[in-house]
């Protein structure tokens, strides 16, 4: 799988949570989604290490509803933004730009008005141990596609961690770090910058 179709992947896994609940723990899956539906923005430091074992990092943007920016450091040359029904990814050395609906991604359950846990989504582990909450899920008319394990802190109650198991059985783990909600963002950060002010990443 390519970097492209390996970051798409990431973001539909990104859409995933849970319909019922799995276990005992004190944090229940209405606490975990009232922590998403009261998320108005986001930002975070990421690193991402690949199943290969190459490591990336970059910046995650979060406005609730409709927008996010997946944006990656130098040398790598990828940029992904959403904005309203459209998910764009655009790779910087090609200057090409491919566009596709963002709720064929399912990336848009973030960022919906209201998140809901719905049943097309099935919960494979939901347990907390050691301040760390772990939530386990899978598309339930399409397991075979992967799953997706969400890590969060429990107290305070947070993201932290992604590990985004693709249908081959590859795993893509990333952190998050430096968290700051609440930060108004410009309406520029969603919308993709004309070519000819991107340049090509410096080695």
Do not use: C
């Amino acid at each position: 799988m390519n970097f492209r179709r390996r970051f798409l992947a990431l973001l539909a896994m990104l859409a995933l949570a849970a319909p019922a609940h799995a276990g005992k723990p004190s944090t229940s899956l209405e606490t975990v989604e009232s922590y998403l539906n009261n998320l108005t923005t986001l930002v975070a430091d990421f690193v991402q290490v690949s199943p290969s074992g190459a490591l990336a990092s970059g910046k995650f943007f979060l406005s609730r509803p409709a927008k996010l920016r997946w944006q990656y450091d130098p040398p790598t040359p990828i940029l992904i933004v959403a904005s309203g029904n459209l998910l764009s990814y655009y790779d910087i050395e090609l200057q090409q730009t491919s566009n596709i609906p963002l709720g064929a991604t399912l990336a848009d359950f973030l960022v919906r008005p209201k998140i809901r846990f719905a049943d097309d989504i099935k919960v494979l582990e939901f347990n907390e141990e050691a301040n760390a909450i772990r939530l386990v899920v899978t598309q339930s008319e399409k397991p075979d596609e992967g799953k997706l394990a969400l890590i969060f802190e429990a107290r305070p109650l947070q993201i932290r961690k992604l590990e985004i198991v693709d249908s081959t059985g590859k795993t893509t783990f990333v952190s998050f770090n430096n968290l700051r909600y609440g930060d108004k963002l410009p309406d520029s950060l969603f919308v993709l910058p004309m070519k000819e002010k991107f340049g090509r990443p410096q080695p």
